[in-house]
């Protein structure tokens, strides 16, 4: 039957044309109920500290995600560059998970401890000034203030989304974030508390050099300094005996 039929058809065309999107339907939605089965269980990954989902939020408003990727793909290449190919479970609290395709600089999934403190404000307010081949744009405002007035609102939607962060009165939530990652992380998602943990992990980590004040570089540099540091990979095994669970 000639193409041109089927679109003088209108009956046909229809029927055809929810038979192709029912079969594309099936193709997206079956393999959720087999999720549990696609992201694996690695009980050290956490969510975000309040300064580092701060931090998180200030990369995605200033649009790194663009130039780079947070995604090591299951290819030789990829992980003699950037290590370890990336599993599900690392983006399981990245609400929007930050993977990408798109690599005008270099992919960002295991950045964290690769760098120092200082390299990465450097970096960030004067990127040729460590890297002179570098394309990327300076951000020296970054050493404004930072506006953490909605950090508990928005801590409140990313529970709304299944991220782990207790309220008063969830005892039995915050005892399983100590069981998880200990006492010192359950305090920190520990919503009622957020701001004065964010405010001490800045000073704790004095990410941007200025302890004086506490900026948008002290965010983003905390943000930066955790990506790829929460799974031990020693634990698991060779690239490829292990290709299938990652993406």
Same mark, same amino acid.
């Given at each position: 039957?000639?193409?041109?039929?089927?679109?003088?058809?209108?009956?046909?065309?229809?029927?055809?044309?929810?038979? !192709?999107?029912?079969?594309?339907?099936?193709?997206?939605?079956?393999?959720?109920?087999?999720?549990?089965?696609?992201?694996?269980?690695?009980?050290?990954?956490?969510?975000?500290?309040?300064?580092?989902?701060?931090?998180?939020?200030? $990369? !995605?408003?200033?649009?790194?995600?663009?130039?780079?990727?947070?995604?090591?793909?299951?290819?030789?290449?990829?992980?003699?560059?950037?290590?370890?190919?990336?599993?599900?479970?690392?983006?399981?609290?990245?609400?929007?998970?930050? @993977?990408?395709?798109?690599?005008?600089?270099?992919?960002?999934?295991?950045?964290?401890?690769?760098?120092?403190?200082? @390299?990465?404000?450097?970096?960030?307010?004067?990127?040729?000034?460590?890297?002179?081949?570098?394309?990327?744009?300076? $951000? &020296?405002?970054?050493?404004?203030?930072?506006?953490?007035?909605?950090?508990?609102?928005?801590?409140?939607?990313?529970?709304?989304?299944?991220? &782990? $962060?207790?309220?008063?009165?969830?005892?039995?939530?915050?005892?399983?974030? !100590?069981?998880? @990652?200990?006492?010192?992380?359950?305090?920190?998602?520990?919503?009622?508390?957020?701001?004065?943990?964010?405010?001490?992990?800045?000073?704790?980590?004095?990410?941007?050099?200025? &302890?004086?004040?506490?900026?948008?570089?002290?965010?983003?540099?905390?943000?930066?300094?955790?990506?790829?540091?929460?799974?031990?990979?020693?634990? $698991?095994?060779? &690239?490829?005996?292990?290709?299938?669970?990652?993406?």
């Amino acid at each position: 039957m000639r193409h041109e039929n089927i679109e003088k058809n209108i009956g046909l065309m229809t029927i055809l044309t929810l038979i !192709v999107v029912s079969v594309g339907g099936l193709v997206e939605i079956v393999p959720l109920f087999y999720i549990d089965d696609t992201v694996e269980e690695v009980e050290s990954v956490r969510p975000f500290t309040p300064l580092e989902q701060r931090g998180r939020d200030i $990369y !995605v408003k200033e649009g790194c995600y663009l130039c780079h990727s947070q995604q090591v793909r299951p290819f030789r290449d990829e992980e003699i560059r950037y290590g370890h190919y990336s599993l599900a479970a690392e983006s399981k609290y990245s609400h929007p998970f930050q @993977w990408g395709s798109k690599r005008t600089g270099p992919d960002l999934a295991r950045v964290g401890g690769k760098y120092s403190n200082e @390299w990465q404000v450097q970096h960030l307010i004067a990127p040729r000034s460590v890297v002179p081949e570098s394309v990327m744009p300076n $951000y &020296p405002h970054l050493m404004e203030e930072l506006d953490y007035s909605q950090l508990q609102a928005r801590m409140r939607a990313l529970k709304a989304v299944g991220v &782990p $962060y207790t309220e008063e009165g969830e005892d039995e939530l915050y005892q399983k974030n !100590v069981e998880r @990652w200990g006492e010192d992380v359950a305090e920190r998602l520990h919503i009622p508390n957020a701001e004065e943990s964010l405010k001490a992990e800045a000073e704790e980590g004095n990410f941007d050099g200025d &302890p004086s004040k506490l900026t948008e570089m002290d965010a983003i540099v905390a943000y930066l300094q955790v990506l790829g540091t929460m799974v031990d990979f020693d634990e $698991y095994s060779e &690239p490829e005996q292990g290709r299938s669970r990652g993406f």
